[in-house]
Structures are given as C-alpha cells and as structure tokens.
C-alpha cells in the first residue's frame, strides 16, 4: 500500500489542497480542464512523497543525498563560501527532475557543522553554472573521523524554495532525512579520502545509493 500511497513530506498538504481545490474550479469550467487538475493533482502528491529509506549504515560509504540522474563526478575546488576554494575535493552532482522524490538526506552519520544558505538565481540545475549562480544551501556534516564531508542543495528553473530540517549542531544518521526542494533542482555532494563508485547518467535513490568508499 505504501508503494500505491507513499508517505507525504508536510511541505505537500498545502499545494495538493490548492491543486484540488483549483481542479474543481477547472471541473466546472470544464470536464477536460477538470481532467487535466486532476492528473496534475496527482503528480503533485507523487512529487511530496516522502518514502522510507534503508541505508548500508556503514560510514565506511557514503550514500547518495537525493533521488536522480548522477550528472557529473570529477575532482575540482571545494565551495568557496564555506573557506573550501582552496582544498582540492571530489564532487559528484545529482540532478532532480520533476519526477524524482525531492527529500534529501545525510550521506553519512555525524554532526552538522555548518549551514549556510546563499541567494541566487534560477538558472537550469543540470547547468554547471547552478553550483555556483542558483540559489543554494550548503550543508557541512563532520563524520565520526572527523572528515568534512558537503552537501549543497541547489534550486532550479522551477524550484523556488529550499526547506532546510535539521540545525546547526544537530547529529544525523545515515539516510536520514536534512531537508527537500521544492519542484526540480540538484544536490552537490564534495568529500575527501573516498572513492567515486557511480558514473555519469547512473541513476541514485537518496540514503541507499552508494556514492563513495574508503
């Protein structure tokens, strides 16, 4: 049942109660346009669905932080907003369409350090330019050895919120949920001391994937 009805992020009630209330507006105009409110009803629930996860719970790997297509792996400077652009990491990119779940989650077991949320604009997450233009969250989690490991959510052309669900100092797990965007968009995830084990075009599901080794 939870396959056919998944479990629905807070953040979807009030867009399905304004998609459905807009669907029986569009009904009484129409019976096409009422069929098309529905449909987008629908998608809308499927959108804010906030399944369950199973991660490996073995920090040893790290698992994917979202839902999507891996669009880039290659090594490059660390985030410059977070003091980074000088320490040479690894960055695996991972872009969302409209489609994928949106909740995001923690690759690894540890302790937020930081959280830093920058202004931007809303150019098309698959771009290369959306790490650095877009609106964007970065999130720095210290894993168990002390490693920095980032996570940066990223908005897209349509997104135009990013919900942020854990604190400064608060201590995650694995695969366990940091925070979603709304309506397509992209997650950056950089580290150090790990191994790449995805390829471009590979799909992930957020918490279970496994990005990286030791």
């Known amino acids: 049942m939870n396959k056919v009805f998944p479990k629905l992020h807070n953040e979807g009630y009030k867009f399905i109660i304004i998609f459905a209330i807009a669907t029986i507006i569009l009904y009484l105009i129409n019976d096409f ?24 719970g073995d920090d040893n790997y790290l698992t994917s932080p979202a839902d ?10 660390g985030p410059k907003e977070l003091g980074l652009e000088n320490k040479l990491m690894r960055k695996v ?17 540890g302790v937020v350090s930081q959280i ?8 098309n997450a698959s771009l290369d330019k959306a790490s650095e233009e877009n609106e964007r969250n970065y999130y720095k989690i ?15 052309l349509v997104a135009r919120r990013i919900v942020t669900e854990v604190s400064k100092d608060e201590i995650v797990e694995q695969g366990s949920r940091i925070g979603m ?9 950089y580290f150090e ?6 390829n471009i075009d590979q799909k992930t ?5 496994l990005i990286a080794k030791k």
Request: proline share 4%; hydrophobic share 40%; glycine share 8%.
């Open 33 to 56: 346009l009422g069929f098309i409110g529905l449909l987008l009803t629908i998608w809308c629930y499927y959108f804010f669905r906030d399944p369950e996860r199973v991660s490996i």
């Open 68 to 77: 999507g297509v891996v669009l880039q792996v290659k090594e490059t400077n």
């Open 93 to 109: 990119s991972i872009f969302m369409d409209v489609f994928d779940c949106h909740v995001n989650r923690s690759p690894c077991s």
């Open 116 to 123: 830093l949320y920058k202004p931007g604009k809303f150019f």
């Open 142 to 156: 210290k894993n168990h050895d002390g490693e920095e490991i980032i996570v940066v959510q990223i908005a897209g």
């Open 181 to 189: 965007i709304r309506f397509g968009s992209r997650a950056d995830i």
């Open 193 to 198: 001391n790990y191994t790449p084990l995805v």
């Open 205 to 209: 599901i957020a918490g279970e994937t």
